[in-house]
């Protein structure tokens, strides 16, 4: 008779006798029983994993500098570390020497932007502002420099703004004219939210709040946020460098009756320069609403120089040229 390889069969291992056959069903049963009881502890082992992995990577994230609060590793409150650094902002710009500038004399170009889209002209402008002293009211005075023609080279300013009593005037040599009410409320809204007007004015009004709100990252580098928040719930947040503590930008919205919503403005501050021991950001961008608006480089700045009253009164016209 032909036999029938099966190899499955032919490797089963045959038992001799029935006492043999007993005791291998016994190892059976008590390795099936072992495996049984091992497999709870298994799915325990794994449950406890999954449990503990969410609190190890908490732990993890927040020994990150830049995702912990900083006040809560020096034990400060948000108020007390938002106090400390408008202090520490004061001293990187100069301490009581950035107090007590009374005037800044500036020289550079400017140029708008719509949209993001320059405005392919630059205007070249020498400005020049009295700080609010005892006795001494603020004031600012733009001049728009032109060329004087082929024959005769150079510049001269035919032109000129003067910002004095929240009020705007265009000054020529015919006499002055008012500046449309648009731009004298954004001029002015703008230097009510300066970082002068907030150290000067708002910390030394009852009711203001300044809060620390953590770090964040402006331009590629590392800022210290804090905002002061008035009583009258208008607020300015400014983003320090965290290493030199120097302004990185300045930001504030304002509510736009025309659209009855908010409208923001921020105002960044880059290529730092020390000028007569006073830090000074040589680039001044501004933004509205997320969009570049306009550009500033200064060419020349000069603190503390004599200024003469008459430079501020519109109802003085500019010589003929």
Not at 131 to 158: C, N, Y
Not at 174 to 191: A, I
Not at 213 to 234: F, S, W, Y
């Amino acid at each position: 008779m032909k036999q029938v390889n099966e190899p499955h069969l032919a490797h089963s291992p045959q038992p001799s006798t029935g006492v043999q056959s007993e005791s291998g069903l016994r190892d059976r049963k008590k390795k099936i029983c072992m495996n049984c009881l091992a497999l709870p502890a298994t799915f325990l082992l794994l449950a406890a994993t999954l449990l503990l992995a969410p609190m190890r990577l908490r732990a993890q994230a927040s020994d990150i500098p830049s995702a912990a609060p900083a006040s809560a590793s020096t034990g400060q409150t948000d108020t007390e570390r938002g106090r400390q650094l408008i202090d520490q902002m004061v001293a990187a710009l100069g301490g009581e020497a950035w107090l007590n500038r009374a005037t800044i004399q500036l020289d550079g170009r400017t140029s708008s932007f719509f949209h993001g889209v320059p405005n392919p002209y630059i205007t070249e402008y020498h400005e020049q502002r009295r700080l609010p002293a005892p006795g001494q009211s603020e004031a600012d005075r733009v001049g728009f420099l032109t060329d004087r023609g082929m024959i005769e080279p150079g510049k001269k300013i035919d032109v000129v703004q003067i910002w004095i009593a929240d009020n705007g005037y265009e000054v020529t040599y015919k006499g002055q004219t008012t500046l449309p009410k648009e731009q004298v409320e954004d001029y002015y809204r703008r230097r009510a939210h300066s970082i002068e007007e907030v150290v000067h004015t708002w910390l030394k009004a009852p009711g203001v709040m300044v809060v620390s709100e953590g770090t964040v990252m402006v331009v590629r580098r590392l800022a210290d946020r804090i905002t002061v928040l008035a009583a009258t719930n208008d607020a300015v947040t400014l983003d320090l460098d965290a290493t030199t503590h120097l302004p990185l930008r300045r930001t504030f919205r304002w509510r736009n009756p025309q659209f009855n919503d908010y409208d923001e403005e921020s105002e960044t501050y880059d290529d730092y320069h020390t000028i007569q021991g006073l830090p000074t950001p040589l680039t001044i961008t501004r933004y509205h609403n997320g969009e570049m608006s306009n550009q500033r480089f200064l060419t020349r700045v000069a603190y503390n120089l004599p200024l003469a009253p008459s430079l501020f009164d519109p109802a003085v016209p500019l010589k003929k040229k």
